[in-house]
């Protein structure tokens, strides 16, 4: 028995030595989630799944984490996005404005072309986040398709409940092939098809007339937007479907 009870003694050290030798576990380091567990875009501490929508590198000093959130520092940091890509997925998080804010969350998002001016762009269809009570742009219309849970300028939000600047609201966007639905606080507040011939109609009357695939990649980042705003996130995650 004693023996034995050496033989185990020997090989926990052993491991132990081992695992010594190992470098720490990232968040970017593990192991892809399997379809229908979680996978955290934002853990409270480690930017580690986001980059700069330019580039490969998260813009330090640009975006900042304090106190488990992720928020806009610096105006012009730039757009981040996720460095993985989502096609069917569910997609949740907390926000909080700050008075006055505007920022939002756009998925799908990938490099498309702008047949009017042979340029590309980074874009994609946009969860919008405002402050409806005080921004100028939408305090009096507040169910508007610019407004907090539409769909940026193509669906307005219906049955919606928008907590002031200053508190945490929930939003959630679920996408299952072409349908797509924004939920805020528990409430779904609009749905619509993506590449349908309403949604197309609709594309046509915005600025995003003359970009081929927006909205209609298979597959794209999720993408947090510098609109110059401070608007803090927390609990970032999403599964894939």
Request: proline content about 4%.
């Amino acid at each position: 028995m004693a023996r034995q009870w050496i033989l185990v003694g020997l090989v926990f050290m052993g491991l132990q030595a081992h695992a010594g030798a190992l470098p720490p576990l990232l968040l970017s380091d593990s192991i892809p989630a399997r379809k229908g567990s979680w996978e955290i875009l934002f853990d409270g501490k480690h930017p580690n799944p986001w980059r700069s929508k330019n580039g490969q590198d998260f813009p330090e000093g640009g975006w900042a984490i304090e106190n488990g959130t992720l928020f806009l520092a610096r105006k012009g940091a730039g757009d981040i996005v996720t460095r993985e890509t989502f096609g069917n997925f569910e997609l949740t998080l907390d926000f909080k404005l700050t008075k006055g804010a505007n920022s939002g969350v756009k998925y799908f998002v990938g490099t498309l072309k702008d047949t009017q001016t042979g340029k590309t762009v980074v874009n994609g269809p946009e969860y919008q986040i405002i402050d409806d009570y005080n921004h100028p742009a939408v305090k009096h219309h507040a169910h508007d398709i610019a407004s907090t849970g539409s769909c940026y300028l193509l669906y307005a939000p219906v049955h919606k409940k928008l907590l002031r600047a200053g508190k945490w609201n929930h939003m959630k966007i679920i996408a299952r092939g072409t349908h797509v639905e924004h939920w805020l606080n528990g409430r779904k507040v609009l749905s619509y098809e993506r590449g349908s011939s309403e949604f197309e109609a609709r594309k046509a009357t915005t600025k995003f007339k003359s970009l081929e695939g927006y909205g209609t990649l298979p597959e794209g980042h999720i993408l947090l937007t510098d609109h110059g705003d401070r608007v803090y996130f927390r609990r970032v995650k999403i599964r894939r479907l």
